[in-house]
């Protein structure tokens, strides 16, 4: 696989190739960014970003990590000591997930954003951009009925920091990609150049493959899991013999949450997958890759009872460091 491949691979949009391609011909030294906000702990999104950021450093890239302390609040996720609190933790659980701490910048946003210049940067911006365009920036990462100012604030901040960190990269959930656009198009009213963007996917809803994964909301799975829950989870998830599922009865669009692990947790981070089977079952199944198994599934040869065993056992297996940090 070349760096191109490695940096895009298991992403849902590139903006732009052009520039993405530009940038993995000499990574070396260049920074890519991911900012989450400091709140709960470190779970299965929150992971998938990180496996890209993984990606990236083992191309060459410079990864920093954001935690956005001041974008939490903005959001009404707690005082200022509890978002602190609960970003030193996601710090330990980040490197325990398998980040190279000696590759890896974690900065806290209030480091940088409270200083005079960022300050006065932020209200050229808000100068320079509608309400409407600010709030729709945001529509995929707060809901709710009666937005606050905080709210137009938090996405103008976010393109700013692309600037403040002096970044070539920003990688972030398809949630993120009206921020990074926003960031496409303003940052340069305010006198500073434009990014290039990695999107990754976000999970479907484990236990009915519609909608997305949420941790707010239905069930998640987390770097605080036992080895139980894990179990529990993945058996009571929704895992049609299909990558493709059928609509529900609502007419909403469904996905397979289990064959989205598999490809996007699974097989980045191992390099053969083994699915264990009694011999009267067959015996065991081994994968070089994800496409066999997804056609395994489709073709019946491999059970959904027998996947979900499997994905319970390697989930334990990342999560596991992140347990021993309790
Ligand atoms: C991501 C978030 C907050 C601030 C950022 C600043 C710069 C780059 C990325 C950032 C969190 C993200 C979320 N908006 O929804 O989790």
Redesign the pocket.
Known sequence: MDAYERITRNTSEVVTAEEVRALSESPEGKRA?????PSGVLHIGHMLTANKLIDLQETGFEVVI?L?DV??YL?DKGTFEEIRATAEKMKQQFIAYGLDDSKTQFVL?SEYQLDEEYVLDLHALELETTVARAQRAMAE?QRGEHAKVSQMV?PL??AL??EY?DLDL?V??L??RK?HMLAREELPSVGYGSRPALHTPILADLTTGVGKMSSSEGVTISMEDSTEDLEEKVNSAYCPPTADPEPDDAGNERENPVLQIFQYHVFPRFEEVRVERPEKYGGDLEYAGYAALEADLESGELHPADAKGALATYLDELVAPGRELL
Do not use: F, R
Request: charged share 10%; proline share 0%.
């Open positions: 960014y991911v900012g989450y906000e954001l956005a974008h939490a959001n946003g990462i938090y901040m976010q920091d692309i960190l920003a972030g959930g949630d993120q921020v």
